[in-house]
């Protein structure tokens, strides 16, 4: 049965895995409430300090499972409730509070393309393409998914990808900004470097993260309040304590998240 299946490793990096192989993980519309519910629990788990999110077998996401579309997106209300569960799943990965990367083998299409970019960084191999193919289907793009797809790659590129339609290999798509690396392992990489990053504060982090998703959305006035009690926490926590001490005794600081 198609799944969302995650791991919370010891070291506080959770695997957010999409799990319908047979098709080459095209989500269905369970799947992306599963995945918006599933982001949302990690983002108020304090043992979670990292999410990785990536594609059983050799696939990342195909995107949508269109088979299920004669049912799930056969009108105006129907397209439009999918759409919705969609931007929920987007949207809880882009805004969780908490880095997230993806690890990407193979074919990043479509919804599966979207997943990628709400992440904060994108991680490929060699056999990675990605692309957005509503042009090709007389599909109008989300504007959240529009806003996502311009951060990453700016106005212009954003205007490339969807005028077109077409499939970036991974070159293709690092010259894009659409892949931050291409290694020959992205799993690997990506615990590597979410396990490098769980080590730092997370209140530090989290701060980092709200301010530069606001800074890229012109939307700094909105969490301004937000930002500054997230800095007061921070200058009152155990962890700016913590980091002090640390400094000062030369070894590596324990943070708690507190």
Known sequence: MPDILTDLRPDGVAVVTISHPERKNACTQAMWQALGKTFTALASDPTARAVILTGAGDTFCAGA???????????????????????????????????????????????GCGLALACDFRLGDERTRMGIPAARLSVVYSLKETQMLAEVVGPRNAKRVLYSGDYFDADGAKRLGMLDEIVEDPMAAAVAYASHIAERAPLSVRGAKLAIN???????????KQYEALRAQAADSHDYAEGQKAFMEKRKPSFQGR
């Open 65 to 111: 499972d269109i088979s299920e579309f004669k049912t799930a997106r056969n009108n105006a209300a129907a397209a439009a409730s999918y759409s919705a569960d969609v931007d929920a799943a987007e949207t809880a990965i882009h805004d969780m509070p908490k880095p997230v990367i993806a690890a990407i083998r193979g074919p990043a299409i479509g919804g």
């Open 214 to 224: 606001a800074i890229a959305a012109g939307a700094i006035a909105d969490v301004a």
